[in-house]
């Protein structure tokens, strides 16, 4: 059987879709209304960690003729300014994947502070006209939180899921490295339909060829894909440990 979370695998899915005759949309073009009379897939990817995944699976996409959103963590190695650029140049949005309410320890007026400043450190390499929180799944509170308190509008940009009425789209993401981990997925939501049973990419895959539903968003974390094997095997790895801590915590919740 051929490994899963492989570009050749995130390709399998791009390939169906376009095969299907889906139209990729960006999350900054549908949250400003844009519309189709073509079945519609809405591609987001979530940069937590190894940018150069991101850049590769850009460029797979780019070659295809497909727009995607990219949204980037401030932290560690995630920030990478030279590959943000490059993704925005051949055509991805750029977006921001803000955690300040749980990195400012809940504190709404710190953590304001620290998303504008994140925010403008995004800005100033693209622009961002969309922002998608992080899950940050040890947190006890989301970080969407702050919205409660503070307003993302007056910093010019849309929520990624809170903009937006999904509940028409079939969603389908990769958290808990599975499209259907639903013990393991503690708050990658955007209140949209699942597939239950619909677990692996070419499941995914066949299921857009077969079924076509006019709606869709496709949400993957580009460093669980690799064809690498040592980086394939290092993320199987993580992935494996990241999900027991997570079984543990919705035990304790």
Not at 11 to 23: H, K, P, S
Not at 124 to 130: C, D, H, L, T
Not at 216 to 225: A, D, I, K, T, Y
Request: overall charge neutral; proline content about 3%.
């Amino acid at each position: 059987m051929a490994r899963d979370f492989t570009l050749k695998a995130y390709a399998g899915i791009v390939d169906a879709a376009l095969a299907a005759g889906y139209r990729p949309v960006r999350v900054g073009d549908w949250l400003d209304g844009f519309r189709s009379d073509e079945q519609v897939i809405v591609l987001r990817h979530d940069v937590d960690r190894r940018p150069e995944n991101a850049l590769a699976m850009a460029h797979l996409e780019a070659a295809r003729g497909v727009q995607a959103t990219y949204y980037f963590r401030t932290v560690g190695s995630a920030f990478n300014p030279a590959i943000i650029r490059e993704i925005a140049a051949i055509g991805h949005e750029i977006g921001y994947h803000y955690e300040d309410f749980h990195t400012a320890k809940y504190d709404a007026d710190k953590a304001y502070a620290l998303y504008l400043k994140n925010l403008a450190a995004v800005r100033k390499i693209a622009p961002v006209r969309s922002i998608a929180m992080h899950g940050s799944p040890l947190a006890k509170h989301s970080n969407m939180e702050l919205w409660n308190h503070r307003s993302f509008a007056e910093s010019g940009v849309k929520d990624c899921i809170l903009s937006a009425d999904w509940s028409q789209f079939l969603f389908f993401t990769d958290t808990g490295r599975s499209f259907d981990a639903r013990l393991t997925n503690l708050r990658d939501a955007i209140g949209g339909k699942r597939a239950p049973g619909v677990a692996t990419s070419a499941a995914v895959a066949e299921h857009l060829e077969t079924h076509r539903p006019v709606l869709v968003q496709l949400s993957v974390h580009p460093e669980r894909w690799s064809d690498e094997l040592w980086a394939w095997s290092r993320q199987l790895a993580t992935d494996a440990a990241a999900n027991s801590i997570k079984l543990g915590l919705r035990m304790l919740r």
